[in-house]
């Protein structure tokens, strides 16, 4: 079989770049479209605009070009950085030892072509490129990129370990050699075993050979211990010329479209399972099958109410592991801690001032602890994907005076699932004030116990009321309420803040509870006026 | 009892969907909605679903001569990917659908009894719906569908994924069923349609309009049906 002429290398490179191009260009229009406010500005007709196509493709150029240097651009600096903090003063030697063991182990892990991707997907099985020359093309490409990183950054950081000028040269040759090698050698493998090893799938050999390379490259220069500088540079120039002759392997490979079809398997299955769901994205694929999962198929949950208590019971006991069970596991997490600084207080009583201390200024610390800790998000993404859902398309489900029934039940669920951790922190709290020596005020510990509680309360209305007004997912669990992935975001934002404040525990104490009484109040008058309109299917 | 859809319009930015829906539909009748692929069926039955909000118009229904406004109750919607909650047994679904509609079902009855009417096998009653096949689930959603009784009942491509015996078991099930109600039905399948249903509706240009059987056979309405469709393309 012949290499694919400069005429069919050419036409084979300027379709894959415009595939690949066509495949980012219209990602970054699709999530120009997803931003608030902008994308409804934007027409519908924008995949054909000129104007947005050639910034997008600007971006993509950008984006090839940052993704081809970043990457090898940070795994320099580490290594420089390794071959700098080592006490050993040979720092040449030592850097190109980390270098000779690092690319030996990258060549294997990342090969470029044992990587199913979605573009080979798209190439290879649908538009039915030709495999050889596909491949060739492609691979050719991935290592010149190879080539002019290591060169550049070779040249750049080899000076500050005082690496002779031929040396740097030889590094980007050396890394190219192991990784042609890699390849050559996996595809002899496939050949002897008809099976291709997938570089994303992975035994337990892998990973222990991946481990001891890195203690090796890491471990053993702490101890002083690396190879000589003679040593490296006879394996590199080894490996250059292993490179060489792989190259003749790698043309002459004669069976790239069978192991593709074999490497690309999971992909083709995931599209015709995802095609079968109108074209839903692998993040809701995966939400999905993750909610599915999560009901219980335990035949013994019964429940003996009636009407929508009878539906709540059976979907809470029907996801204990992600509700119940997670909070138990959070709550018993929290006491063993209490009980750890209890008896840390009790054995060294010089801590007893700063804990005192913390439990009467860092209360606003908790806002994060309990923001972490809340099962809100889940709990909701479990209630759509498992059970409204489907429930919505029936009409008596979507009556107003059903929804906000409903919605009470849940709100009562969800509070009661979260405060069981909150009361162990809340009440933990209380007792190691006590214990580290008290205060004169003992309405401190109500409000610790208080504040605490209400902030759990405050969690569970926000989240199950921003589901109910903001109902983010599609019919696919596709989240597409860009206002919703805001007030999440600012959620984080504002609680991430609140690590910042310090404020005695009364007043913010106090403080706390008022806003958590007044909000909770407030969420519920805007569900129940709200809720019936917007708490429904997004089409 | 009459349902008459006025002037319903609704357009995604630039693209007028439905142009001006005006129609009457009679009860009693089954009628077949047919349509070019992106002719607006599902748009149509999300607007009268109320899950979509319409541009314009109306819709409401007639009763000896007095108008009122379609409620949640008078409509069933059965869509052509069954939707059930899949945390539940169907005998519990069934059970929660019969708690919650309590005094308002005529008649009700033991729950085995609606599983016999749908044929849903004994051991298939108490497993959780999330192991149900795909046409288990569609005969689920019809069967909450029907109990209530919905006085206008819209499916969307029902029987296109259903086996041969299970589709005929439904097509029987919409006959009997469709005395007192409107029955609107939306199907690519033309000999279906021809076969199930009283009148053919074409959805084209964003309008609905009748197309009439008169004194022509099975083959020649078909005909007549394929070319009114075509000549929607032109």
Redesign the interface.
Known sequence: MSSPGANGIGKTLRITFSLRNTCRVNNILYALKQIPLIGRIL??SLYQEAGLKILANVISVIWEIFAALVGKGLYFLILLGAAVLYPSPEKGPLFLYLMVVCTVIGGFVNTYMFNPTKDKYYALILLRMNARSYTLVNYGYAIAKLLAAYLLFGLLTGGLVHLPWWQRVLLPFFAAGVKLFAAAYMLRDYEKTGQASNENKVGALYWTALFVGLAAAFGLPALGIFLPETVSLIFMACCVAAGALSIVKILGFASYREMYQELLRDWMDQMDKSGA??GVSKTAMAARTQS?KA?S?D?GITSSR???E??NE??IK??QRILWKASEKIAFVCLILVLAALLALWLYPAARPVTNELTLQFLPYFVFILYAINRGTGFTQALFI??D???L????Y??PG?ILKLFRIRLREIIKINLLPAFVIGAGLAVLLFASGGTDNPVNYAVLVVSVLCMSVFFSVHYLMIYYLLQPYT?GAEMKSGTYRIVLMLTYVVCYLMMQVQMPTLIFGLMTIVFCAAYSVIACVLVYRLAPKTF??R? | MNFIIDHLSKSFETKKVLRDISFTFESGKIYGLLGRNGAGKTTLFNCLNKDMKADGGSFYLEENGIRRNVEPDDIGYVLSTPTVPEFLTGREFLKFFLDIHGDEIENPQPLDAYFDFMSIEPEDRDKLMKTYSHGMKNKMQMLINVIARPNILLLDEPLTSLDVVMAEEMKELLRSLKTDRITIFSTHLLDLAVDLCDEIVLLSHGELESVDKSNLDDQEFKEKIIAALKEESL
């Open positions: 027409p519908e769901s109108s599915e009901i198929m035949a009636k009407g929508f009878y539906l059976l979907f029907r996801h498992n059970c859902n489907s429930l398309t029936y009409s008596f979507k009556k059903q019919a429904k299917l089409l």
